[in-house]
């Protein structure tokens, strides 16, 4: 069975233009929001049935090309000493790391015993879904889970995570690289539950000076990208806000690559060459526009990227919680008859 | 009198290469902790005594080749009825912008009345500093200030900026026009008072969608620029987080441009050609190093723009707080040593 999108992901030739949106199953749905009003972020990510009825919601809304499963980034974190919690400031950590020992006593998991709830979500996910779209797994990079468990609480800045950077970049390394393996066998184990694609997430690697980039960001996912050859699935890999890198970013192995609202799509993919699948960049703070200001930049984006047939359609970022509801819907009916007309 | 900092915005020949720091007046510095102890933070700035001293605590400790004016960016909208508080958390405002109306009643300001203070500083600042090293003036950009005057508090997503930005475009930009036509008067009188050069902070530019950042964030600075023609002083836009467009803020008529640290600054000035003088860009974080690594990548940045006459040393972004004063030292130490050997 083929589907678009991950024809798409892989640059085969495909009818018309695959779309899906990045946190599409969240805040901005009624669905979601009826979910949340019983149930705290982390229960919900840990019952496979509510996670499941929230992921499907877009597909059922919208029609979507693809789901992605309803989680969170910093799931795994858990199962290594490091539980979370989710304020409405965002994911805290009750005990940050805050030492080299500290890192070293991180302990290793096993994906399908410490995560086995994503796994069951991926199964419920794909029960509801009936194979009528490809389901999406995906987990945070190295650097942006270092991030989370370096500074404890919400930050623009991650200046604990910078400081053990620059301070112990011996102590740090170990870090991201035992955040490298246990990523890549968490993305494993969701393969082998039956996701159809993966999306690595890097937040925060276009924080990162360019001398550092590409040993802290871009190293440690291609660890995971590697991690996962053979694996049969198109690997996705969205670097945030860091379009001055691209090149470097699309050369990781990653069948595809994020593309965010800063950079222009087409242009990058001048840069990039055809070898790699570009998939973006729909402004999400776009979608509070009134609807032809906001479908006139929607069609920009299509037009740009015509006949590629490596090119997926997706916002540049996450959708954003005040989205109206009806201009995701208007903005996904474009690009379907676009495709198709 | 010429001094090295001023020929190498201009990019003329001079000795050395001249150094200075972004926020190298501030938390990191004990002069500083001492002051703020007594002193909240906008009466410091209100205090021309107090924020002379302050500002000139690093070319006494580190002989820096130039100081730059204590004060904030937000300083300007209270006289246009925005009155500001500094918190611990950062700027809030007490009555943020909510509607097209809202921006209508903002007043316009007699900058040498409402912000007679700073000009103030300025003359007492030049008064200690007696002509040893150049006076730096600044400001923030059109959007960056129209981010906080709409979000009213810290935001990593400037939510209520962008929805504005969408919502109702031509409120925004008449904010925009407003705060373009209040930075380039502030500007000016900030020159008239006596500074030697001034930077335009567009701190929050790089988070433009592609299709906004050159009316959004590039035409607002350019206006500011313009204002400014015939004034006899060399202009600084810096642009955080705007590699991607940096041949864009190149052309907007600045004498010098910031570069922030997640670029190659060589690269940079390979792709904006020798017309316009670069300024940056060691990463802050990077001063948490250890001395050896700190002074090989400092050294790095150094070689890479060896006997580029337009070339000014700086960091990426501002000084952080947890920064140690002797790394500091140690790096000035080694430009200043540079350039004259």
Redesign the interface.
């Known amino acids: 069975m083929s589907f678009p999108l991950v024809d798409a992901l892989y640059g085969r030739p495909h009818e018309g233009v695959p779309v899906w949106f990045m946190r599409q199953a969240g805040r901005y749905l009624p669905g979601y929001q009826a979910v949340r009003a019983k149930t705290d972020f982390l229960t919900l990510c840990k019952t496979p049935d509510l996670a499941a009825e929230v992921t499907v919601e877009p597909l059922d809304k919208f029609g979507m090309d693809a789901v992605i499963i309803f989680s969170d980034i910093l799931v795994p974190l858990e199962g290594m000493g490091l539980p979370v919690t989710f304020t409405d400031r965002g994911p805290c950590m009750e005990t940050p790391l805050r030492s080299a020992s500290d890192i070293e006593a991180l302990k290793s998991i096993d994906p399908t015993r410490e995560t086995g709830f994503v796994m069951d979500v991926i199964r419920a996910v794909k029960d509801r879904v009936g194979g009528k779209v490809p389901v999406i797994g995906f987990a945070g990079a190295p650097w942006t889970l270092a991030c989370y468990a370096l500074e404890g609480s919400?930050s623009?800045?991650f200046?604990s995570a910078?400081?053990m950077?620059?301070?112990e970049?011996a102590a740090m390394h170990r870090l991201l690289d035992k955040l490298a393996t246990t990523v890549g066998e968490y993305l494993k184990a969701q393969i082998e539950a039956g996701v159809d694609a993966v999306q690595i997430f890097d937040t925060w690697g276009?924080?990162?000076?360019?001398?550092?980039?590409e040993a802290v960001s871009i190293a440690y996912c291609q660890r995971v990208i590697e991690a996962l050859d053979g694996c049969g699935v198109p690997r996705i890999l969205f670097v945030k806000?860091a379009?001055?890198?691209i090149e470097v970013v699309a050369k990781c192995g990653a069948e595809a690559i994020g593309v965010d609202?800063?950079?222009?799509i087409a242009n990058v993919r001048q840069r990039v060459g055809s070898g790699v699948a570009l998939q973006g960049?729909l402004?999400p703070?776009?979608?509070?526009?009134?609807r032809d200001?906001l479908l006139a930049?929607a069609t920009?984006i299509l037009d740009s990227m015509k006949d590629d047939p490596g090119f997926v359609f997706n916002l540049?970022h996450g959708i954003?919680p005040?989205t109206p509801v009806e201009n995701v819907k208007a903005v996904v009916d474009l690009v379907k008859a676009y495709g198709r007309s």
Chains 1, 2 share one sequence.
């Open positions: 919400p623009r800045t200046m910078f400081q950077l620059y301070r970049p276009g924080m990162l000076p360019d001398d550092q980039f806000g379009g001055i890198k609202q800063t950079q222009n960049n402004a703070e776009s979608l509070f526009a009134p200001d930049r920009k540049g954003l005040p």
